[in-house]
């Protein structure tokens, strides 16, 4: 099942449309879609496709002469001494291919560039002095992202400057994501995204014909379960020192959010741990957040764990091992499904959704304003001399207009309190001459309240079964 990247797969067809070289680089970290969106693209289209192993470089080079013969319809395989031999036939090829575009994939490239470490250089050279006057796309695609923004998209890097455009694969955001599972209630899209996240494999793995209480189960709380260790695998596969990181995020689950605390908790000197963070900032799966407004460097920053899937597993699969070792996954998984902790921490999901249904509404042209700017916000306010938080908050600082937004997954809500509660917020954050708000809600609002509001263009009610209308999957 192949769901959305309308956007990459035009960025594609539009390289290979032209008439001249193109090189796309195509990053992300392991299960988001990368191979998947290749595949779509070339779907009717032929393509030197080879997917390095991590072997020798003699070993690889061989396999790549293997995908180089039977491309080119050679019965035998072609020998290459080395990969500079290889690189120029290709070149040769293309110089003298007078058809279609010549389509060259190179994928987990990185396996092939850490066989061998001169590959980037042959490519530099083959490229300035062969591909770029040739009709010729070529895609190198990696998971190891620190090495694809190093070693390939860096200023260090042979192939710097040489990309004509790259693709940073990122999970779906909740309205693609909820295409696995159409057939569910809204309410089951929110509980299966504020689980799996956007993650594409994950969600590939959810059966139909199972409770969202019972996928869980089956997955995640079951030790033969397919996405039981997948959070520690993933950080094995993408990382040294996989236990300092695993380490890193369990203190953030269990509420230490600024670096003080985290080095404290996982007992490592506060000094050593930025480059620990960054790199788990760079797989985004984990942000350091700042009241809407602030600067990167406020005080009043915290860290937390981005990413749905992880997020969830680090909560409830990885306290609880012991419990899912001995059998007893099905019933905590059912018993942690009805608690008041998930309950919450389907609410913070929640609150990410509606960031992403404010962008995906101004994409289809019905939010009343450009959200240039957008996040949450937390502080004092002077009125009321307490601690306060705006949910949502989004601006567009050029036409002084601001969106407030209050995120309620409750099945019960107060609605003028909710309402209120929400305008003495109001001028929190100066600067605005405009303030539009806004209410989400897990069930639609009374038609008492709408009645009231209905004229008003500056009130925006938007219950959970309004996030996932068709309309907002178009683009104006």
């Not at 001399?385 to 019960?412: F, M, Q, S, Y």
Request: some cysteine.
């Amino acid at each position: 099942m192949f769901v959305g990247r309308q956007q990459e797969l035009t960025a594609l067809n539009r390289m290979y449309d032209s008439d001249r070289f193109e090189m796309m680089v195509i990053y992300g970290r392991r299960r988001v879609g990368k191979t998947a969106l290749i595949d779509r693209f070339l779907a009717r289209r032929k393509a030197l496709y080879f997917t390095a192993r991590q072997q020798n470089s003699q070993l690889v080079l061989r396999s790549f002469s293997a995908a180089m013969s039977e491309y080119f319809g050679y019965p035998d395989v072609l020998n290459f001494g080395t990969w500079s031999n290889a690189i120029d036939y290709l070149v040769k090829q293309a110089q003298q291919n007078t058809g279609e575009k010549l389509v060259i994939v190179f994928d987990e490239f990185p396996y092939a560039a850490e066989a061998e470490p001169s590959l980037p250089s042959t490519l530099q050279i083959a490229i300035d002095h062969g591909f770029k006057d040739t009709n010729t796309m070529l895609i190198l695609s990696g998971s190891n992202q620190g090495f694809m923004e190093n070693r390939v998209l860096g200023y260090k890097s042979p192939l710097y400057g040489r990309r004509t455009g790259q693709l940073r694969m990122q999970p779906f955001d909740y309205l693609d994501a909820s295409e696995f599972i159409a057939s569910c209630s809204p309410q089951d899209k929110v509980l299966y995204y504020a689980t799996f996240g956007g993650t594409p494999y994950y969600l590939a793995q959810l059966r139909p014909d199972l409770t969202y209480e019972e996928n869980v189960a089956s997955l995640c709380f079951n030790k033969t379960g397919l996405l039981y260790e997948e959070p520690m695998m993933l950080l094995r596969e993408e990382l040294k020192s996989p236990a300092i990181y695993d380490s890193i995020l369990q203190a953030i689950s269990n509420g230490c959010n600024t670096s003080k605390v985290i080095a404290e908790r996982i007992g490592i000197e506060q000094t050593s741990l930025p480059f620990y963070m960054k790199t788990l900032e760079g797989l985004r799966l984990i942000e350091k957040a700042v009241p809407f407004g602030e600067k990167p460097t406020s005080r009043k920053s915290h860290v937390h764990i981005v990413d749905p899937f992880f997020a969830y597993w680090y909560h409830f699969v990885a306290p609880n091992v012991t419990l899912i070792e001995t059998g007893n996954g099905e019933r905590l998984a059912q018993r942690i499904a009805q608690s008041g902790p998930f309950a919450t921490y389907v609410g913070q999901q929640f609150e990410s959704m509606c960031q992403q249904w404010v962008l995906r509404s101004f994409g289809a042209g019905t939010l009343p304003l450009m959200p240039t700017q957008i996040g949450k916000w937390w502080g004092n306010n002077p009125m009321k001399r307490e601690e306060t938080d705006i949910d949502l908050v989004a601006a567009d600082p050029a036409e002084k207009h601001i969106l407030l937004g209050e995120c309620k997954w409750r099945n019960r809500v107060d609605e003028t309190e909710m309402i209120e509660a929400l305008r003495e917020r109001i001028g929190l954050i100066g600067g605005y001459r405009k303030t539009t708000l806004a209410f989400f809600t897990k069930n639609p609002m009374h038609e008492a309240t709408l009645a009231k509001y209905r004229n008003d263009p500056d009130m925006l009610f938007v219950p959970v079964k309004d996030m996932f209308e068709e309309v907002l999957k178009r683009k104006v």
